[in-house]
């Protein structure tokens, strides 16, 4: 079974950084698409970045596009999150999420394997 374990959430202002890491740990995989969801209270789980393992291509969400960036270390089973002149809206628990296979990388019923979530918060 693999397990994706994020990190790096935590309370900033308005304006500020954060870098958000997600390890992959259990038996060895290699998944076509990592990405990154959100989820703020009352709301539903939203995407907000994705990488393909293999090529490095990147897609996000128009919200965070020019402010986000995802990255990948595929030696250390590691995909990250970037995350600069962050905003109130910014705040939810943020997922780290794995697919096996190519598919449509916005969708969450795309992604076979999650973590547990790390909360996020930006205060104004």
């Known amino acids: 079974q693999v397990q994706l374990v994020e990190s790096g959430g935590g309370v900033v202002h308005a304006g500020g950084s954060l870098r958000l890491s997600c390890v992959a740990s259990?038996?060895?995989?290699?998944?076509?698409?990592l990405a990154w969801f959100r989820q703020a209270p009352g709301n539903e789980r939203e995407f907000v970045a994705a990488?393909?393992?293999?090529?490095?291509?990147?897609y996000y969400a128009d919200s965070v596009k020019g402010r986000f960036t995802i990255s990948r270390d595929n030696a250390k089973d590691t995909v990250y999150l970037q995350m600069d002149s962050l905003k109130p809206d910014d705040t939810a628990v943020y997922y780290c999420a794995a697919a096996r296979y190519s598919g449509n990388y916005y969708f969450r019923q795309q992604y076979d394997y999650w973590g547990q979530g790390t909360q996020v918060t930006v205060s104004s």
């Open positions: 990488i393909r393992r293999s090529t490095g291509i990147t």
């Open positions: 259990g038996r060895t995989f290699s998944p076509y698409t």
